[in-house]
């Protein structure tokens, strides 16, 4: 694998000490060699999801897609058969035993370099977690929107956790919305860190084993558009 920077260092440095890490946009860029036209055909693939039928079951308007890769420790990363995503019991309490399918990650985004780019990237930062000879990584593109009169809800389930070692939000964009609050906290309830991701490339990394987190609702800014928060969560746990 390519050669550690300094913002991994200081991501693995935050997760060790308190379980969450906040990264700028000039620090991922660095990391993943991106600059504003990458990330504009980066940012294009949101325009591709599905709707997400589970969501909607609770009155959330939320697009998504799902990829399931492999990432070697030495940093290969092939793509896995497409099967239903389940989480393990007792992570996520709105989906206990439940098997959801979703439509899978477009030939093209599994193909981006910035994609490749960033799970070697979070490789490389969740070694400080656990020592994995491979990972588990989960991809999820997701787009919430909110319109006057109804909240979009970025975690409908509320605080709770992926059951994974290595939680990550990317923040594609976010448009005309306010809220969407990310905090991540202790099991006992007490706030680690709690921050708006408002900037296209900020990244949040939290240690799934040890913290839950969630995501306040959106609301619309001007009421006459409705708003819209991109985001990409990447997970990885030991390959079993």
């Avoid at 393990?88 to 981006?112: K, Q």
């Avoid at 956790?161 to 007490?190: K, M, Q």
């Amino acid at each position: 694998m390519r050669q550690v920077r300094q913002p991994v260092h200081d991501a693995r440095r935050a997760l060790a000490s308190t379980g969450a890490c906040l990264l700028e946009p000039p620090a991922v860029a660095q990391c993943l060699g991106v600059d504003e036209t990458v990330w504009g055909a980066f940012a294009a693939h949101w325009e591709e999801l599905a709707p997400d039928a589970y969501a909607a079951r609770s009155g959330t308007r939320r697009l998504r897609r799902y990829g399931h890769l492999c990432l070697s420790r030495e940093g290969t990363i092939d793509a896995k058969p497409h099967v239903a995503f389940v989480q393990p019991e007792e992570s996520n309490p709105l989906y206990v035993d439940v098997d959801r399918h979703f439509e899978p990650l477009t030939d093209a985004f599994m193909g981006e370099p910035v994609l490749a780019a960033l799970i070697r990237m979070l490789g490389q930062v969740a070694v400080c977690l656990e020592d994995a000879d491979a990972w588990d990584v989960k991809v999820h593109p997701f787009r919430v929107v909110a319109e006057t009169g109804s909240e979009g809800q970025p975690t409908p389930e509320g605080r709770h956790r992926d059951g994974v070692t290595l939680v990550t939000s990317l923040l594609i964009d976010r448009v005309n919305a306010t809220g969407g609050e990310s905090t991540v906290y202790a099991p006992d309830g007490t706030e680690l860190t709690s921050t708006t991701l408002d900037t296209p490339g900020t990244l949040l990394l939290n240690d799934d084993r040890a913290t839950l987190h969630g995501v306040s609702p959106i609301h619309p800014l001007d009421a006459a558009r409705p708003a819209r928060r991109d985001v990409l969560v990447t997970t990885l746990a030991p390959r079993g």
